[in-house]
């Protein structure tokens, strides 16, 4: 497989490949073709699969290499959105989940769809759609190719197209059913790879105490000064918690999970173990990072991970693990990617083009869609090498713009009952062009931005901090047009009411009773 490896790491590699390959394949078989089964795995989820998928399906290749590569650069502070993550996971078990599953519901854009309308349904689909491809799968793909270009010699495109390939052949095939079962054995391996790749590296430097002698005590500054371009610690208490409440409770990537629990109990257990599980990056993730930072004085970037694979910290087999480790928590999350996709498109888009499709119909587009996002995942892979340095630093920064208008919508949909579906559309609309306008200014030269004074303003806020403030907006103007609006909803809560007769659209919440019927 690859010659800068031992025989025996080589066989562990392909042993792996060839495991994952006859367990996502063999749960494929079991009445994929129904809908329930193949989108949310028959709604018979226990807790251990829900917690390992959750965990699994987060943990993914920019995670052992971004979060190493900035550990390697600021430290343990960079592990605050881990910490937070444990938090904001009870959050989803103990308010989201109840919720969302009473709605009995196959997607997250639905649950908005019922609360609201389909504009805001919509636009979620789209949303999360788009940031599936340029966040989740295409910095997955480049996070793996980073390393395995330094460890392997292979390059991007050879990378890319068989990890995408493999992963997409198993999901593809069995839905949901096949990605759980095989993200329950990467659990596993990814775990084992990092512990045995941060044991080995603080062995080499020396222990804890070696870190703590050898590097600045900077890193081991957990509160970063307001004024950090990067980790504020306004921006971590104000922002980051933003963009957490998006990924966690309201982000069909992650929800699909608790969507397909088998009773509530189950989910909110999930959810625990799952955030139990979310203590281990601080040790495990990014450890190797600080060890790299000893071991490889001036490294830059998100070389730290490469380095270690590529010395000679490792000796024969445990190499092989480890990288067997990277592969599982790469294509855990790509299989995760493709599935929640692709149930978007079938089950958000393509009712919408044709309301009478049949089951088979929308399992036979959940399936064309996955393979679609498959081919588009390679095409992707040129446009990704733009991203040079802190994959995991630049992932944050994108969800900062993406996140806050659509936690506005859904804290306001689901407490406020007063919330109208011509507010949500507005906010989502101006908070989402407000945050597109941010994207745009950080992918263009930077001597063209501070010729304006108001661009350069606006691009010179941290992104944690503008967070927040789009946050502020956004729920101003669901708020304020809420009330604004209110006789207008009224009228359109009874016509929604008269359609609902007529069997074309479920009744929304504009006048309170969807809410009412879930809570």
Wanted: hydrophobic share 55%.
């Amino acid at each position: 497989m690859s010659s800068s490896l031992s025989f025996l790491d080589n066989v562990i590699i392909l042993l792996y490949f060839g495991l994952v390959l006859y367990i996502g394949l063999y749960y494929s078989r079991y009445k994929s073709n129904v809908k329930k089964n193949y989108f949310l795995a028959g709604k018979n989820l226990g807790w251990f699969a829900i917690g390992s998928s959750l965990f699994a399906t987060n943990i993914s290749s920019e995670h052992l290499v971004g979060l190493a590569g900035a550990g390697s650069t600021y430290g343990l502070s960079v592990g605050h959105f881990e910490w937070l993550a444990a938090v904001i996971l009870l959050l989803l078990g103990w308010i989201f989940a109840p919720i969302f599953l009473k709605a009995d519901v196959y997607t997250v854009p639905q649950f908005l769809g019922k609360r609201f309308d389909d504009s805001s349904r919509i636009y979620l689909t789209v949303v999360s759609i788009f940031s599936y491809l340029f966040t989740k799968i295409g910095v997955t793909l480049l996070a793996g190719s980073i390393v395995l270009k330094e460890v392997l010699g292979w390059d991007m495109f050879t990378s890319a197209i068989l990890m995408v390939l493999i992963t997409g052949l198993y999901t593809v095939i069995g839905g949901l059913p096949s990605v759980i079962k095989t993200q329950i054995f990467q659990l596993f391996l990814l775990i084992l790879g990092s512990i045995l790749l941060s044991m080995f590296g603080l062995i080499k430097v020396g222990g804890f105490h070696g870190l703590v002698d050898k590097l600045p005590s900077d890193f081991f500054t957990i509160f970063k000064s307001p004024s950090d371009p990067n980790l504020p610690w306004t921006g971590i208490m104000l922002g980051a918690p933003i963009l957490g409440i998006w990924y966690w409770c309201t982000d069909q990537y992650i929800v699909q999970r608790i969507l397909g629990a088998n009773d509530i109990k189950s989910a909110q257990k999930g959810t625990l173990f799952a955030a139990l599980l979310k203590t281990l990056p601080i040790f495990f993730f990014i450890f190797p990072g600080l060890v790299a930072a000893v071991l490889y004085p001036g490294l830059k970037g998100d070389t730290a991970y490469s380095l270690l694979l590529a010395g000679d910290l490792l000796p024969m087999g445990i190499k092989g693990l480890v990288i067997a480790g990277l592969f599982a928590a790469l294509m855990s999350s790509l299989a995760s990617a493709f599935n929640s996709a692709s149930s978007l498109v079938a089950l958000d888009i393509y009712p919408y083009l044709r309301p009478n499709a049949s089951e088979n119909e929308e399992v036979l587009v959940g399936r064309l869609s996955t393979m679609l996002f498959v081919i588009i995942a390679i095409a992707i892979v040129p446009l990704i090498k733009m991203i040079d340095i802190h994959i995991y630093i630049h992932l944050q920064t994108i969800q900062a713009y993406i996140a806050p208008p659509i936690v506005s919508v859904f804290l306001f949909g689901i407490f406020w009952k007063k919330a109208t579906s011509q507010a949500a559309i507005w906010a989502l609309v101006i908070g989402g062009f407000l945050g597109l306008v941010k994207i745009i200014l950080s992918s263009m030269d930077l001597a063209v931005i501070m010729q304006y004074e108001i661009l350069n303003f606006y691009y010179q806020i941290n992104y944690l901090h503008f967070a927040f403030y789009l946050f502020l907006v956004s729920s101003f103007i669901v708020f304020f047009l809420s009330l604004a609006l209110k006789e207008n909803a009224i009228t359109n809560s009874q016509n929604i009411k008269d359609r609902d007769t007529k069997g074309e659209i479920p009744a929304t919440a504009n006048s309170g009773s969807f809410l009412r019927n879930i809570k």
